[in-house]
C-alpha cells in the first residue's frame, strides 16, 4: 500500500520531534562543527547544486514562457550566490548561540532560585515558495539554535531544495549529528502544507513564507501556533523637519532598490509644509527610475500630471514601481493613517525634530519602525541576525525578522532545598 | 432590531483596539496612580463585592445543590479574600513597566542603530471559570502593561465579576485613563467565546483558562493566537541520591496541599534503588491524607495492597486526591517517562546530585522544571511576578505563568542618519 502525501508528511514530522530531543542538548561547538561541515560541503558541490538548479530553471521556462523576470531571479543560482550563501552559513556558525542564556534570575523569599532560561522550541515547520536560499538559512538557523525543522519549498525549486536538502544531511551527520534534524518534504501540492498545520502532536511552530494563498492554507485550521507576516504594506513620512535631501533619498531607495520585496515602499506621505519643496524633485527622480507615480488631490495641486490616489491604492501593496503619495497635515494625519493602513512591517519618518521621531515611534508599533533610514533594512541579515526564519508582525513572540534569539523560548528553571507550599 | 452576543462581542472588542492606542503610551506613574485608585476602591465597595457574590452562590446551590466544594471554595468571596485581592494590586503597582524597555542594542556596520524594545501587545482576551479573583488579576496586569483587555468569566461568577469590573471602569477613569481598556462580555454562552477568537481585526491574543471544554471552543477556528496550557499532568521524580525526607515531605505536599490546582502532583517516579526505604512511609503520610494510591507492579511487589496503576493513569490528570507512583531505574527512565506523558506545565526531580539535576532540567522543558521544591509553586505570584495571566505551555512567547514581561512582545527600532539600501 502507497502512503499518501498527508502521512509521509506526518511520519517525517515524527522524525523531527524524535531527533529535537536529542538537538536540543548539542553542544555549541558540535554545532558550530557541523555548520562548518556543511558550508565546506555546500562550496565543494557546486557543480551539482547548478545542475539542479539548471533543471528547475529549465522547468519554469517549459511549463510558465511568460515567468516573470522577478521571478526567474529569485529562482536561479549561480557561483556567486552559491558563495554568498556559503557565507551566511560561515556567519551563523559565528553567531552566539542563544541556548542556555539565563535571561533572569528571581531570588524568592522563601528561598527559591527561579531562572527563566532559552531553549530551542523543538520542531519548527517552514513552508516557502521559490527562492532556495530560504532553504539554507532556515536549515542553518534551525541548526544553530538546537531546533529540528521541516521544509517544505515551492515546486519551482524542487530539485534546488532537494540537493541543498541532501547536503545538509550528509554533512551533518559527517561530525555525528542526527541528520533526522532536517525533514524535506517532496511534495509540492497544498495538501500536504495544510497537513502539517495540523501536527501539533509533532511540531511547534509553523512559519508561512510568501503569498496569501499559501498562507491562507497553512492558517486555515492550523492547531500548530504559526507566526508570519502578511502583505508589507510600508510607509515612509517626510516630516516638516525632515532633512529634504535625505527625505527624496530614501523615499527613492526604498521604492526602486528592490520593489519586489516585502520592505520596500509602497506609499509616501509629505508633510503640507514641505510638499512643494519635496514633490517635484522627488517625482523626477522617481519617473527617471520607471515608477508610476500616483497622488492624492493635493499632491495633484502641486504636479498635476499624477494619477489619482484612491482609496484601493492606500490598501494595496503594489511590489512593483508605483508608488501612491499622500499630503498630510503634521505627525497626528500621518500616524492616523499609517495606523489604518499599515500592515505593521516597516514604517518610517524622516524628521530632525528628536521629540518628533520619538512620538512617532511610541505611536507606530510596525515590527521595524525607522527613523532616518530606508525601510528596507527590514531583514535578518541587514540586522545582524546572520538570515531569518521569517519576519514576525503577530504581536507575541517577537516582531520583525526572526533570527536564532526568536527560534528558542523561555522557561523556568526552579532550584529549592526542600521548599514546599 | 437587538444585537445578538457576537454582535455585542465584535463591538465591545473595536472599542478596546481604540482604546489600546492611548493606553499603550500611558506613563508609568499613570498606571499606577490608576492602580490604587482602583485598590482603594476595591477595599472601599467590600460589601458591594459581597453582596453580588452572595447572589452568584445563592444561584449556584440553587441550580447545582450538589455543587462540588471545591467550585464552592473558588467562587466564594470573603472580606480575607477581598483584602488579598486588594494587596495584588498594590502589588502590581509596585511592579516595574515593563513596555519601553530596551532588550539590546545592535550597532551596524553602516550606523544603523537598532534597538529591541518592549511594547504592549494590543488586546488580550481572556476566557476564564469561576474564580472571580481571576477578573482582577488580568485587569490589573492588562493596565500596568498598557494592554486593552477583553475579560469573559464563567456564568456561576457573573454576579461578582460585573461589579469588579465595574469598580476598575469607575476608578481608572477617575484619574484620567479610558474606561473603554476593560470590556467585561456579560454574555456566558459559548457562542461568544467562539466569536472573540475569530476576531483578529482587533483582538490580538486571546487566553483561555479552564477545562478542556473552554479551551476547545476557544482554539477551534480560532484566528487570533491562542496562547494557554491544557491538563496539567505533574510528575517528581525522586532519584537514588535524593533526601529521602525531602522526597517524602515534596511528594506529599505536591499531591496534597491543593489537588484540585493544575501544578498538583499527579503521577510520582522513584528510582528503584530508594523505592524500598521511601514507600512505606510515603504510602502512610498519603493515606494519613486521604489520598488513594495506586502503582505499578514494582510498587505492588514492595506495597501489595496498592491498586495497579494502568497506562490510563498515567494520561490522566485526577486532579483529585488520587497519586500513581511508578518505580524507574535511573534517570534516563524517569525523563522518557516525562517526556512521553507530561503536560510540560510543571514536572520535578529530587536529588543531591547536581550533575543529575542538571540532566534533568536539560532533557526536559516543561515551562517549569524543579530541583528540590514542590511543583505547587508554578503559579505568578509565587514566582514575584504579582499574579498571572494564565500559564503557556506552547513553545512560543514564553512558556510558564504569564506575568507583566509576557503582556508586551517586543519589536525593533531603527536609528539611522539617511542609510539607504
Given at each position: ?11 517525517q ?8 530531543l536529542?538537538?536540543?542538548?548539542l ?29 528547475d530553471?529549465?522547468n ?5 514562457s ?16 552559491i ?17 542556555g ?83 524535506f518534504?517532496?511534495?509540492t ?6 497537513a502539517?498545520?495540523?501536527?501539533d ?5 509553523i512559519?508561512p ?5 499559501l498562507?491562507d492554507?497553512?492558517?486555515d485550521g ?18 516638516a ?7 527624496i ?15 520596500s ?9 514641505v ?25 495633484q ?52 525634530d ?23 533594512f527590514?531583514d ?6 546572520g ?18 534569539e ?16
Amino acid at each position: 500500500m502507497e502512503l499518501t502525501a498527508i502521512q509521509i508528511a506526518a511520519l517525517q514530522a515524527k522524525r523531527a520531534k524524535a531527533a529535537s530531543l536529542g538537538l536540543r542538548s548539542l553542544s555549541t561547538e558540535k554545532k558550530n562543527q557541523a555548520l562548518l561541515a556543511v558550508a565546506g560541503a555546500l562550496a565543494k558541490k557546486t557543480d551539482d547544486i547548478l545542475a539542479a538548479n539548471a533543471i528547475d530553471m529549465e522547468n519554469l521556462l517549459e511549463k510558465r514562457s511568460d515567468a516573470s523576470k522577478a521571478l526567474q531571479s529569485r529562482l536561479i543560482l549561480t557561483k556567486e550566490k552559491i558563495k554568498a550563501i556559503v557565507e551566511g552559513v560561515i556567519t551563523v556558525a559565528g553567531l552566539p548561540d542563544p541556548v542556555g542564556e539565563v535571561v533572569k534570575i528571581t531570588e524568592r523569599p522563601n528561598g527559591l532560585e527561579i531562572k527563566k532560561v532559552r531553549i530551542p522550541i523543538g520542531v519548527i515547520a517552514c513552508v516557502y515558495e521559490s527562492r532556495p536560499n530560504v532553504t539554507v538559512d532556515i536549515a542553518a538557523l534551525a541548526l544553530k539554535s538546537g531546533n529540528a525543522c521541516i521544509l517544505r519549498g515551492g515546486k519551482e525549486s524542487i530539485n534546488s531544495n532537494t540537493v541543498l536538502a541532501d547536503i545538509f544531511r550528509e554533512a551533518v551527520v559527517s561530525v555525528g549529528v542526527d541528520q533526522e534534524y532536517l525533514q524535506f518534504i517532496s511534495f509540492t501540492d497544498h495538501a500536504a502544507v495544510s497537513a502539517l498545520s495540523k501536527l501539533d502532536k509533532y511540531i511547534d511552530l509553523i512559519i508561512p513564507r510568501g503569498g496569501e494563498k499559501l498562507i491562507d492554507a497553512v492558517c486555515d485550521g492550523a492547531t500548530v501556533p504559526v507566526l508570519r507576516h502578511r502583505k508589507g504594506i510600508t510607509h515612509i513620512y517626510a516630516a516638516a523637519s525632515a532633512n529634504l535631501d535625505m527625505a527624496i533619498k530614501i523615499i527613492h531607495n526604498a521604492k526602486t532598490s528592490n520593489p519586489s520585496a516585502c520592505n520596500s515602499l509602497e506609499h509616501a506621505l509629505i508633510d503640507a509644509k514641505v510638499a512643494d519643496k519635496i514633490l517635484p524633485e522627488l517625482l523626477k527622480k522617481l519617473k527617471e527610475s520607471g515608477v508610476e507615480v500616483r497622488g492624492d488631490e493635493k499632491v495633484q495641486v502641486i504636479v498635476p500630471e499624477v494619477v489619482l490616489a484612491t482609496n484601493v491604492d492606500w490598501l494595496t501593496e503594489y511590489l512593483d514601481y508605483i508608488i501612491s503619495i499622500k499630503i498630510v497635515d503634521g505627525l497626528g494625519e500621518a500616524i492616523a493613517h499609517i495606523n489604518k493602513y499599515s500592515t505593521n512591517l516597516s514604517d518610517g519618518i524622516i524628521t530632525e525634530d528628536e521629540s518628533e521621531a520619538q512620538k512617532f515611534v511610541s505611536a507606530v508599533d510596525s515590527a521595524a519602525t525607522y527613523v532616518n533610514a530606508s525601510t528596507r533594512f527590514t531583514d535578518g541579515s541587514e540586522f545582524g541576525l546572520g538570515a531569518e526564519i521569517g519576519i514576525n508582525t503577530s504581536k507575541i513572540h517577537g516582531m520583525g525578522p526572526m533570527g536564532l534569539e526568536e527560534l528558542t523560548v523561555t522557561r523556568y528553571i526552579v532550584l529549592g532545598n526542600g521548599q514546599i507550599r
